[in-house]
């Protein structure tokens, strides 16, 4: 169905012109699915949208050899590729919110593929559009139809945006990042949604940055690294004997490993007492009790909407309960005056999960850290800590990569030593490589420091490889506490089974 040779994409910005994509060869054979694995950077996105022609109107694509459907596509025009996608290709994008447009509603949005290509009668598309709602497993399809995207959950978005892709009957369904911000259950919905299609006989071209996702469906694999592919082969074999070494991270990044302690939880430092949130009629925390000791990792799991990141904005003190209290330090820090919590807030930190929202864009590292810091002091030393150099203190957040973004975000943090850091889905949106050595670099600080953590998580192998201690939240409740390996190997509760269950896991063949 595709086969490219020599594929290089370059983008010119300013002066500079940077290649994104550097001599990648391979094929895809009709009914496979093949997996496009790399980090963020990598060159996989990339490649994937150069195969529809979606590149960007700033990139040069040229190849040795580049046909599609048995068509030379090196000097196709925009109409010839408008025919090409929808019918011949779907396209799938990680972020279905941006994807789908806020001013159509989900049918509209589908029927017109549908128009576009011509498909059906105009009097048959809207039970046509019910049809593919149905057959991605949107439960009420006709009353979703109707709906717009923001009315929608991640996961009904996520279908609604499959069920557009596979609207024109294309032979190829490009998946880019489908499941990478979707909770753990959600994740296995949609993966399980994309297995059906594979099952179907559908040719589904799959990237991702996580083995484990892509190790359930694909047949082969391509691993990527700055623009290049450093190893292909079937997934059996690149998961039973990886010869390169960035593979062989990129496998160790998911396995992961225990993140244990020598230290003793010390004394008190956080505790929440029959806490209670009230939004209107909707009650977002019922009767949520905590205690976090110094030197101790605590982890709060469960999935969007469970209440989890309400709890740290009650531990923080952004907002106050409805009812029950929040003591920091053996001092009542819930319901009391701002000018009485201050004195207090530098010893009470926050990670928050996408630092370039959190940081003010005009401010460099230098003043991001510094001001954490006792005026005059050098942050230097703070950004070594975290394995940063000097070269990035004259930079912007925009100019760093996500891993230095949250690295900064990290040394923010621990600049004024807090007795305990709120991290609030810090390493969900980062490579998996990345969230590694973030998840490494905390640690460090808990040995070094004895700062308590409070780790906010949607994913269990996060909290598995890095809790001491982990409570379940399930509609704003706490359903299941205890030592994480407990937790984890005896589940008592079915809604924490059913989280484990769907986590995503890699088995390396030996």
Excluded at 3 to 19: A, N, P, Y
Excluded at 137 to 164: N, T
Excluded at 224 to 242: H, N, Q, Y
Excluded at 290 to 317: M, N, P, W, Y
Aim: glycine share 10%.
């Amino acid at each position: 169905m595709i086969e490219v040779e020599d594929l290089r994409v370059t983008f010119r910005l300013g002066h500079k012109r940077v290649e994104a994509v550097r001599g990648v060869s391979f094929g895809i054979e009709e009914g496979e699915c093949v997996a496009l694995v790399g980090e963020s950077g990598s060159g996989k996105s990339v490649t994937a949208r150069s195969l529809v022609g979606l590149a960007g109107p700033q990139a040069h694509v040229e190849a040795g050899t580049f046909t599609v459907d048995g068509r030379d596509v090196r000097r196709f025009a925009a109409r010839d590729w408008r025919r090409l996608r929808g019918r011949f290709a779907g396209l799938v994008l990680q972020d279905a919110l941006v994807s789908l447009d806020p001013m159509r509603t989900v049918g509209a949005e589908i029927a017109e593929v549908l128009r576009v290509h011509d498909i059906g009668d105009r009097r048959d598309r809207p039970c046509r559009v019910q049809d593919l709602l149905t057959a991605v497993h949107v439960p009420e399809p006709e009353r979703r139809a109707r709906q717009y995207p923001h009315q929608l959950s991640g996961g009904l978005r996520q279908r609604a945006l499959i069920a557009s892709a596979i609207a024109g009957g294309p032979r190829l369904l490009i998946a880019d990042e489908p499941t990478t911000a979707l909770d753990a259950t959600v994740q296995a919905q949609i993966l399980a949604l994309l297995a059906e299609r594979r099952a179907a006989g559908e040719t589904l071209l799959l990237i991702s940055h996580d083995l484990a996702v892509v190790s359930a469906l694909a047949d082969r694999v391509l691993v990527m690294k700055d623009g290049r592919i450093v190893e292909s082969g079937g997934t059996r074999s690149i998961l039973s004997g990886a010869g390169h070494p960035y593979t062989r991270e990129l496998i160790a990044a998911v396995t992961g490993r225990r993140r244990e302690s020598a230290a003793e939880p010390g004394e008190v430092v956080a505790e929440a007492t029959a806490l209670r949130k009230v939004y209107g009629d909707r009650t977002v925390v019922k009767d949520f009790g905590l205690t976090i000791r110094r030197g101790e990792i605590v982890g709060l799991v469960g999935e969007s909407g469970s209440g989890k990141t309400t709890v740290a904005q009650l531990l923080f003190g952004l907002t106050d309960p409805t009812s029950g209290h929040v003591r920091f330090e053996g001092q009542e820090f819930s319901g009391v005056p701002e000018r009485a919590r201050r004195p207090i807030r530098r010893r009470l930190q926050l990670i928050a999960q996408d630092p370039l929202s959190a940081f003010d864009p005009r401010w460099t590292v230098r003043r991001i850290v510094g001001e954490a810091l006792p005026k005059g002091e050098n942050p230097e030393p703070v950004l070594e800590r975290v394995g940063l150099g000097p070269e990035v203190l004259d930079r912007y957040p925009r100019q760093l990569s996500g891993g230095q973004r949250q690295r900064v975000a990290v040394a923010r943090a621990i600049a004024p030593r807090p007795s305990l850091i709120i991290c609030d889905e810090p390493v969900s949106a980062l490579d998996v490589s990345v969230q590694a050595q973030v998840l490494d670099l905390l640690a460090k600080i808990r040995e070094d420091d004895g700062t308590a953590l409070l780790f906010i998580s949607h994913d269990l192998g996060v909290i598995r490889d890095i809790a001491d201690r982990v409570l379940v939240m399930h509609d704003g409740r706490v359903v299941e506490q205890g030592p994480v390996r407990a937790v984890f190997e005896h589940a008592g509760h079915e809604y924490t089974r059913a989280l484990l269950d769907a986590v995503p896991t890699l088995e390396v063949i030996r």
